[in-house]
């Protein structure tokens, strides 16, 4: 079975500070895995994900991730937070080859302080 | 275009009224979903389908009844909602097999009184 665990479930930086969102999984398979952030209101949007490719793994607006199979992380980091940045964040887990049931983390809610 | 649209943006409804939900795709994914989401909660998965036909069910009460027209188009038709369907349904679409990512449309807020 497949869980994930999303270590904070709110995080709050300053603007321009680093941003560091921690998320661990569990997996009897080799997953995909996924961070998605959803603005107050409005769908998902894929923010980055992790197929057995590169373990440092690039997205949108200046995040990315480090797959790390040694310690079951995908921890989401950015190196200066926006204000446009507050949002809820939720890493998640499927199985490769595209199984059609993603399994969601509670979702870190990031906060940015001017 | 990886963009999944969804009509309503907002829905507020009896208890005895009939009303739908839309969706649309124009990415060429053959699967499919409904997601129902509470405030402060992430998805949760309600129906699947794969090649316009229903594959999974997660035990949804059927005052939920969907239907797939073609490989574009999913609806959600609700009848005899209670308060507590009160949320924001997601819809989204994914390539069958592959590496697994759906991508989501902007939700449906639906208030049931």
């Known amino acids: 079975a497949q869980s994930v665990t999303q270590l904070d479930s709110h995080v709050s930086v300053s603007e321009g500070t680093p941003v560091l969102l921690r998320c661990n999984y569990s997996?009897?398979?080799?997953?995909?895995l996924f961070w998605y952030v959803q603005h107050p209101n409005k769908g998902l949007q894929l923010l980055l994900k992790y197929t057995s490719a590169a373990t440092l793994v690039k997205g949108i607006n200046g995040f990315e991730a480090e797959f790390k199979k040694s310690e079951t992380s995908f921890h989401l980091t950015k190196p200066s937070a926006h204000m446009s940045d507050a949002a809820e964040y939720f890493c998640v887990v499927s199985r490769i080859q595209g199984a059609q049931k993603l399994v969601f983390g509670q979702g870190t809610r990031l906060t940015i302080n001017p | 275009d990886t963009e999944v649209t969804q009509t309503p943006k907002h829905l507020v409804m009896g208890m005895t009224n009939k009303k739908s939900l839309k969706c649309e795709q124009h990415m060429g994914h053959r699967a499919m979903y409904w997601y129902k989401q509470k405030a402060k909660k992430p998805p949760e998965l309600m129906f699947v389908?794969?090649?316009?036909?229903?594959?999974i069910n997660e035990s949804v009460p059927s005052r939920f009844s969907p239907e797939c027209p073609n490989s574009s188009l999913l609806n959600l038709h609700l009848h005899a909602l209670q308060p507590e369907d009160s949320a924001l349904y997601l819809c989204a679409s994914s390539q069958v097999g592959g590496t697994g990512e759906q991508y989501f449309g902007p939700g449906t807020r639906l208030t049931v009184t």
């Open positions: 997996s009897s398979y080799s997953p995909s």
């Open positions: 389908y794969s090649y316009e036909k229903l594959s």
